[in-house]
């Protein structure tokens, strides 16, 4: 009976130390998802503020060229002519599509005629196909 009460106190010694480690597993476990939960929103809270400085930076530069653009300040000189040259590149090609947009929409009421001429027609000649020495079957070898 000895035998068995000691089996039985190994077994529930067993049981505790197995319960508490899957405690403390459970637990790291839990920690760890809250790291990596907060380091997902933190990493989401970061962009989201550099995003926001870019925004910030570009509204500046907008705001310093409308101001500025006829009397730039030296540094500046080179970066606001890209940028008058890429403004007025953007008018030409939005004109062009504009232009572009507006022909196609009148060419879509008209009926598109295609008359075929005589003189566009192709001359049609009589070929009478010979059989060339290449396309004859051979002999079979006796």
Not at 3 to 9: A, E, I, Q, V
Not at 31 to 52: C, H, P, R, Y
Not at 56 to 66: P, S, V
Not at 121 to 142: D, R
Request: glycine residues 4%; hydrophobic residues 35%.
């Amino acid at each position: 009976m000895a035998d068995f009460n000691n089996l039985k106190g190994a077994v529930l010694s067993t049981l505790g130390n197995v319960a508490g480690k899957t405690r403390d597993f459970a637990e790291k476990a839990a920690d760890k998802a809250k790291d990596v939960t907060k380091l997902a929103k933190l990493n989401l809270e970061l962009n989201s503020a550099k995003e926001a400085l870019e925004k910030t930076y570009a509204e500046i530069g907008k705001l310093y060229y409308d101001t500025r653009k006829n009397d730039p300040d030296s540094f500046f000189v080179q970066l606001c002519e890209e940028v008058t040259i890429s403004n007025e590149n953007i008018a030409r090609l939005q004109i062009e599509l504009d232009e572009l947009k507006a022909g196609v929409d009148t060419k879509k009421d008209e009926d598109i005629v295609v008359e075929i001429t005589e003189e566009d027609a192709p001359a049609e000649e009589a070929k009478t196909e010979q059989p060339s020495e290449e396309t004859t079957p051979e002999q079979p070898a006796e």
